[in-house]
């Protein structure tokens, strides 16, 4: 059973990075398209960005995300990365890493991914 763990969240002035780490448990992570999802309290989950596992690593990001987030992995540590720059107070949400093998391009539906973490909350201070 594949687990995804999420860590790097914290508390962040407005402007400034945080890096968020995914480990995925499993063998199976180099044939896994990996995603990255958000949910703010009382609103719903928000698609953030996605990495393909093709050798071009095909990418996606939300339109308000696009230009100050990066998604990137790395197969021989199992792990994938949201490098989050300039930071915005919209931007304070538990932030969740969810794995698919199902589809191999870069999915922005969440209802295609089977695998989630637990999350890790990210509060942004204005």
């Known amino acids: 059973q594949v687990q995804l763990v999420e860590s790097g969240g914290g508390v962040v002035q407005a402007g400034g990075s945080l890096r968020l780490s995914c480990s995925h448990s499993g063998r199976t992570f180099s044939t896994a398209t990996m995603g990255w999802f958000r949910q703010a309290p009382g609103k719903e989950r928000e698609f953030v960005s996605a990495?393909?596992?093709?050798?071009?690593?095909?990418?996606e990001y939300g339109d308000s995300v696009k230009g100050r987030f990066t998604i990137s992995r790395d197969n021989a540590k199992s792990t994938v990365y949201l490098q989050m720059n300039s930071l915005k107070s919209e931007d304070t949400a538990v932030y969740y890493c969810?794995?698919?093998?199902?589809?191999?391009?870069?999915?922005?539906?969440?209802?295609?991914?089977?695998?989630w973490g637990q999350g890790t909350q990210v509060t942004v201070s204005s």
């Open positions: 990495i393909s596992f093709f050798d071009d690593d095909i990418t």
């Open positions: 969810a794995a698919t093998q199902r589809f191999a391009g870069a999915e922005v539906d969440p209802q295609r991914y089977d695998v």
